[in-house]
């Protein structure tokens, strides 16, 4: 059965400064995402990893796949408080059926 | 095309009583889930559709549970005789073979008292 692990679960960062949230998954995957969630609100699509080595970059936020490690990070840098949210990552078994990490909340103070 | 659409947006109903909710998916999308998240987790996989095919259903799902998707298009997943454990977020999301990722609702937040 697949599982994920997200950690840290929760962040707090000061304006302007760099981190990283791991996630973990237990067996072979298709693909990982990385969504947003802002409180109340649905799912948004972030990035989706399909291979190994893969990199994806949107404005502060950066994804990368290591499919030999099973993890997968989400680097932000310069961080912003608009960038304060619940981060998800999850990744396919089969079908496309997806299994979530937990999540992070990422609260970014001035 | 203004995406996935669930309805009703929230309901509180009383433990005992029967709910059902509604999703419409993208049009040209085949595969159609659904979701369930309860506060501080992610979402957990509840069934899927592939057109009007229920292909897989999570061992989450009792038998109080049931989903449809009549004719591939919108889908119905409805809770007979809800208990306070049902309260949640229920989530739709919709995508197409061989897509990369779901496009997801908005939600029905569901509250049992």
């Known amino acids: 059965e697949l599982k994920v692990e997200q950690n840290p679960l929760f962040l707090s960062m000061q304006e302007g400064k760099n981190y990283t949230i791991y996630c973990n998954y237990s067996t072979t995957s298709d693909r990982l995402y990385w969504y947003r969630q802002d409180p109340g609100k649905s799912l948004e699509s972030l990035f989706v990893?399909?291979?190994?080595?893969a990199v994806k970059q949107e404005g502060r936020l950066m994804a990368s796949l290591d499919t030999k490690a099973r993890l997968s990070t989400l680097h932000i840098t310069a961080a912003v408080h608009d960038l304060s949210a619940t981060y998800f990552c999850?990744?396919?078994?089969?079908?496309?059926?997806?299994?979530f990490g937990d999540g992070t909340t990422l609260t970014v103070k001035p | 095309d203004t995406g996935v659409s669930q309805d009703p947006r929230h309901k509180i109903t009383k433990r005992g009583q029967n709910v059902t909710f509604r999703c419409d998916p993208i049009?040209?999308?085949?595969?159609l889930y659904w979701y369930r998240q309860t506060l501080g987790q992610g979402p957990e996989f509840l069934t899927y559709?592939?057109?009007?095919?229920?292909?897989?259903k999570s061992r989450l799902l009792s038998d109080r549970f049931s989903a449809e998707r009549p004719k591939g298009s919108f889908s119905t997943l409805e809770i007979q005789r809800t208990e306070q454990g049902d309260s949640a977020m229920y989530l739709c999301?919709?995508?197409?073979?061989?897509?990369?990722?779901?496009?997801f609702g908005s939600g029905t937040r569901l509250t049992v008292v």
């Open positions: 999301a919709s995508s197409s073979w061989g897509d990369y990722g779901y496009t």
């Open positions: 049009s040209e999308h085949n595969r």
């Open positions: 559709f592939q057109n009007e095919a229920q292909l897989e």
């Open positions: 990893l399909l291979s190994n080595g």
């Open positions: 999850a990744a396919d078994s089969n079908a496309g059926k997806s299994t």
